[in-house]
């Protein structure tokens, strides 16, 4: 079946520092992929999302691109921040609806000042 | 505002009182779903919803019961909650065909 592998965590970074999350994933089909985003106390909520190979999902600096020879949908941004502390959770769906969304076991970040 | 809306935020009971826990979403959605959240196993699935009455097993529903009998409406119930039921609970929602998940602030229960 579908399934999602998410690096380890917990991430412990300086403020502007450089971050990568990596995803790979296994799935019949085409999914598309997702990156969700859970701050503390808060449930989880879309960060990006690419629903074809080569595309490239971006939002609040954050990108991730769908590699179908890789298999991969790894996270970067180039300089976070404090509030970028968080659980990341990498997620796959196929097209037609989000009841088959399978999602990765969540990797926490920690930026300190 | 759009939003899902979970009650209780924090629950904690004694085994085998049977507890409910409620979920409300104001966007129309019709699909609906329960997640469980375990440190070091993620978010599983427990039962979802694609339109009223009509519901179906994720990927953990044993101990868990729901029903649908409203569109905005998706109470999770625990007829007889065990120990192994204490976690983080989340109710999502999502306008269907769109992949996009709306979740709720989450409800931690623990039962002693």
């Known amino acids: 079946g579908d399934s999602v592998t998410q690096m380890e965590g917990p991430v412990t970074l300086s403020e502007e520092a450089f971050l990568t999350i990596n995803c790979t994933y296994t799935?019949?089909?085409?999914?598309?992929l997702f990156w969700y985003v859970q701050y503390p106390g808060e449930g989880l909520q879309l960060l990006l999302k690419a629903t074809k190979a080569d595309d490239k999902g971006s939002n609040k600096g954050f990108e991730a691109t769908y590699r179908k020879e890789t298999t991969s949908f790894h996270l970067e941004k180039g300089s976070v921040q404090v509030s970028d502390s968080a659980v990341y959770f990498c997620a796959l769906g196929h097209q037609g609806g989000s009841e088959k969304l399978v999602f990765g076991k969540g990797t926490k970040l920690t930026v300190n000042p | 505002e759009a939003q899902v809306t979970q009650n209780p935020r924090y629950l904690i009971t004694v085994t085998g009182k049977k507890l409910t826990v409620t979920c409300s979403q104001n966007m129309n959605h019709e699909y609906m779903s329960w997640y469980r959240q375990d440190p070091g196993l993620g978010l599983r699935q427990i039962y979802y919803s694609m339109n009223v009455e009509v519901t179906d097993k994720g990927d953990v529903p044993e101990g868990y019961k729901v029903s649908r009998k409203e569109k905005r409406n998706f109470p999770l119930i625990l007829e007889s909650p065990s120990p192994n039921q204490t976690s983080l609970y989340f109710c999502a929602s999502s306008s269907l065909p769109d992949e996009k998940l709306f979740f709720g602030s989450g409800t931690q229960l623990s039962v002693l």
């Open positions: 799935a019949t089909g085409y999914p598309s």
